[in-house]
């Protein structure tokens, strides 16, 4: 048997596996034309309310796992620790922030307004007084956050409902025709509301997908296996609270959760081009055969393409899988008319996991300038 | 291209991962004869004191872990939250006791005299009163853990020492000598202190690794790679905390930390025995040859031999790695002398990782009946 | 900072990758009263026909993933390496037989008819002499296998059909009728065929399950993914070929594949039975209330349970799945007048995925004695 | 309890696990400026001599692992398998070629001299007729190389010698003399050859590592835990025989093994330099104070940085691992006169897994233009 390499480094890797936990890994999505894609979780809470944890965890996991932007929004109405902290509103913020500043994250004041339903549960962001929001009553409450600019969301909406199947309520309608309901959860942890997504894209209402998480982030999402938290995607002008006030406003965010992508046609085509990459498409093809193309996707999303009409005197696979960074190879028959037509080639696929509304899974093409010939 | 298997439990698979992630792996050591051994965590922190999470969720990651006894032990003289959490003595002992109940796990009521070194930090376990411990007098506060039964164990003895390497203070002599050290952490978090198990040798001081842990576990540990927090292994005569309290202070303990187990041989050699398990070892061997001995590990420790003084007529590998729950096939070579004299064949090692004292590998035999001729 | 454990073992941890991919893991899954639970492939290629590694690869592959037994099944008419390695029946069994005996495995001399469908594919096991099979007419090679003693097993048969349907023509007719289908792939490889397992339900066909795997086997599964390759589980009275012949005549089989279980209630039943544990099952609860039952699944398949008609007076989860090697909590709530009522508390579940026939479930009952009141 | 999420692509997932083991992913480590960075592995064997795969194996198991360029070198002198496999010398390199130009991955034509030590195994590359390498004597067939124009090199220099330290021969002085030793393996599978590594910097001979695989590669290799093979890594002009051809003649290579880069500085760095990237540089220092530097590290190979002299008036930490495809955090303390006297801050490190010699690691410097102000 042959001798063995001898690890040189010992000290340095007995610290290692502590050290690489306190490290930050980047959420793989890529920027889109004209904006910055803000990796976000913009619902948590802290012992401040019912959650399990003190507020730095918050700030340190989200370093951690990649977000730029996160808002801790703790319960006005509900405080079962209180025997033992009493309530402070905002408090949590206070505590956060001057760690967010050292890891350089973005922290938003926000509380969470949590009333039975209807009308439900509310998370208000970019608040100045999170106290002013204690109010014996839900429609003063929900206006005090409007004076302070809040973007208002609601959240969970099938929550307490049967099958969790969300209801419009008069509550509801109030709300959204007085400019008081800006965003609305379509995620909310493991949970997803279809209905929710229809009413985003009939009302123009932001989708926003979140955690909501109260314990330790680890105890509900396997960070080993890839079990992504929901997040929303915002995109913005720049690197500041303001600019993801402004695109949140103006319903710039796509929705991650698990393997999907959830939102608008013309935020989830950049992220989709953006994302891939044909490895070799420059060859001849004009005589025709087959060829063989690699497909790389450089996101940490698999795209699910399903073909839709192939073109005429063309031939290829109808279910393709592009795997997470990874390249994966695509047999492409070219007919001889067809190579003589063409000017490019272009694949039509709907991809099952980009959803821009319930159901419905974004159109793409993908171009092709030539292969490799077999 | 085949069909492949429809997935037919959509539904099951979908709540997979969260409620997996909410289920106990246990730790694959074994019982020994006349004991059970007991997996412990005797040194953690809560909100209460400067640990980052709720009370409860210490007893969430412990039963997920497999442990089976654990004891918060908050500092008495340390509270820097208590801006924004009054200080409770014993609070978290009482807000985490009926979760235990729950998932049936013992918790010890404890709490961390926490001084200047010397002479440092003290965990006491089994207290009838914490706040009693709240002394301005070192001595005072230690007495009255001894006069309420306490077994009291002196904490990472390196902490603020230079090289972490502890020093024994006179405080510690009057301490040893006063029955008031009755254990002492040779593993703490991620550091050993060498010198601290030759103090426990000599001194007959029990044995004692935990934790220490202040942030959500798996922020410290990356559980999924089999990176195992230290505990204690105690070995009772049942499933009671009074069992614990016995066996601690009669020094039947084990500390098993990465992938060492350290403690008295009289603990580590039938923890080794009942591990191992020879698949193949019944057959005629009379006439010399070459076999081929498939040894199993039945537990999740992998063990190191080093082969010391080969018998003579025998020939075998100089080291060989008993990978957890694996079986790995050693060649063995009898002359056919040696197979005339033998009434059985013992092959001494050395296991290195499991630690009697600093620096010294547990010596064991394997014992071979027979094997399948080559 | 402090100083942290030093790797004390440098030389054996630069060993451990490669020398750990050479050990064996067993798969955890129990044996029955009266019988061994021997894994076996029956099914797999190499250099000698089609198959893409030297036999005694598959050799190695069986013994690292925990089989007990196999067969190398090239094809009698198909060598399309034939000008590179001239065609020798049975040489492959020959090759890998001593390789076989030193790691202790029970390896099956063996061969496929292939023939366009129908009637298509056999594997014949357990044969005397390969090269007799080499027959231009279909009929004469299966009687030749026939009158050798073979056990034929019809393989794949939804292959080169529609949709990977299974189609029985007037050969397959003849052939059951004449004794010469003792057994059908229900899986093969990634492929499995409901219609086939009806078949094998209604005419007492054994049940199997193969690779059927050309490549190394590590290009088709995905070792550490728990990604098992398809198995059939045989149940023995020893470990023998004679036993393993003795129990495929006799149907004694059930099929592994992905997290499913397809066999027989009379199997499937006791592998349940023996995989649970209950860890908590004695307490008193006479008086009702809610209890916390710990139920342990020691094999490593998932187990996802339905619950089907609740008994009066008990309310728990309608869906529980029961994780490889983990334990679970289930609430159980008893009213008084049912705690009064029972000698034993059954609660009866459907296991989606422990199949009897297609798409039904097993039947099985999750016995109580009492539980860790709450 | 909430609904969850339905998985809405039960049929893409289906095929998931197989398919995505049949895809491509790149090996992280950046091209450096002026040339691409192939990924080599340049000795690997398949049943035309010993080893135990059918040629096309090889070419599917590099592009699955990200590799640019093979050479398979099946021996000259060794065909164990001759009884079944008739001897064709460059069978190999015909079988695999056209599979090769299907997956875009060069294929160079290549085999093994293989006699006693000395003089040893020698690799010849870029071969235009192997057969006629077939030459009882070995300096005729070391010509017969040369004169076809072969970059010849020596194979594992310390096998068969005590130790594994190798030994220079006088015959190696002869071929070094004689142009005949253009490399040399300081890897070869799991083996380190320091002294290699110190003859090939005195001597100007090319430094090479490679797997010399028999097996499946998943047999050696467990690619799941991130267990890369050994390769070469060649600094060409562009993606073609040619190009590599020149670089190996030119000495432009480094090995990748495990976590080591071992190579000549003037290819290190770039390597180091083009992975590593500061956050968050940008920040004013002038006042001094404390700052938190995010480094990220976009290879999959980690960094271990050990400082050198701390510069006057900087205070960091020691040690400093920057692990693959993550960001660390690096405190830096900044007195306030070192602030006014800098024109850019300069930490110097030793990497001291990247060797340009044995036992030497890379010198680098991190130079930070801000930071964020604490």
């Given at each position: 048997m042959k001798t063995k390499i001898l690890f040189i480094l010992f000290i340095a890797l007995s610290l290692t596996v502590t050290a690489q936990l306190n490290s930050r890994?980047?959420?793989?999505?890529?920027?889109?034309p004209g904006y910055l894609t803000l990796k976000c979780d913009l619902h948590m809470h802290t012992v401040f309310s019912d959650g399990l944890v003190w507020p730095t965890v918050r700030v340190e996991e989200a370093w951690r796992e990649g977000l730029d932007v996160i808002a801790i929004s703790d319960h006005i109405e509900y405080h079962p620790f209180q025997e033992d902290i009493p309530v402070k509103f905002g408090r949590s913020f206070e505590i956060a922030k001057p760690r967010a500043?050292?890891?350089?994250?973005?922290?938003?004041?926000?509380?969470?307004?949590?009333?039975?339903?209807?009308?439900?549960?509310?998370?208000?962001?970019?608040?100045?007084?999170?106290?002013?929001?204690?109010?014996?009553?839900?429609?003063?409450?929900?206006?005090?956050?409007?004076?302070?600019?809040?973007?208002?969301?609601?959240?969970?909406p099938g929550w307490r409902q049967e099958n969790e199947i969300p209801i419009w309520y008069d509550d509801h309608t109030k709300l959204y025709d007085q400019g008081l309901m800006n965003g609305m959860e379509v995620i909310n942890g493991r949970s997803y509301y279809p209905l929710a997504l229809e009413w985003c894209v009939e009302k123009n209402i932001t989708i926003i997908?979140?955690?909501?998480?109260?314990?330790?982030?680890?105890m509900d999402y396997d960070l080993s296996l890839n079990d992504q938290r929901p997040i929303t995607l915002v995109f913005t002008t720049d690197r500041t609270e303001d600019a993801v006030k402004e695109a949140l406003f103006n319903g710039r965010t796509v929705v991650y959760s698990d393997d999907m992508l959830i939102g608008k046609e013309e935020f989830l085509k950049p992220l989709f081009n953006?994302?891939?990459?044909?490895?070799?498409?420059?060859?001849?093809f004009s005589s025709g055969g087959t060829y063989n193309i690699q497909i790389k996707n450089n996101s940490e999303v698999p795209f699910y393409l399903i073909s839709t009409d192939q073109p005429e005197g063309l031939e290829y696979p109808e279910v393709i899988t592009l795997y997470p960074e990874r390249i994966v190879m695509m047999p492409l028959r070219i007919s001889r008319n067809a190579a003589n037509d063409m000017n490019g080639i272009k694949l039509p696929f709907v991809v099952k996991n980009l959803l821009t509304n319930k159901d419905t899974g974004l159109q793409v093409e993908i171009v092709i300038k030539g292969a490799v010939k077999k």
């Open positions: 890994r980047e959420i793989k999505i890529p920027d889109i500043e050292i890891y350089g994250l973005i922290i938003i004041r926000a509380a969470e307004i949590t009333r039975q339903m209807p009308p439900g549960h509310f998370n208000c962001l970019f608040l100045e007084d999170v106290a002013a929001l204690d109010q014996p009553d839900f429609w003063d409450a929900i206006h005090e956050a409007k004076n302070q600019g809040a973007f208002i969301m609601w959240n969970h997908g979140n955690t909501d998480v109260h314990s330790p982030i680890g953006h994302s891939i990459e044909l490895v070799n498409d420059d060859s001849d």
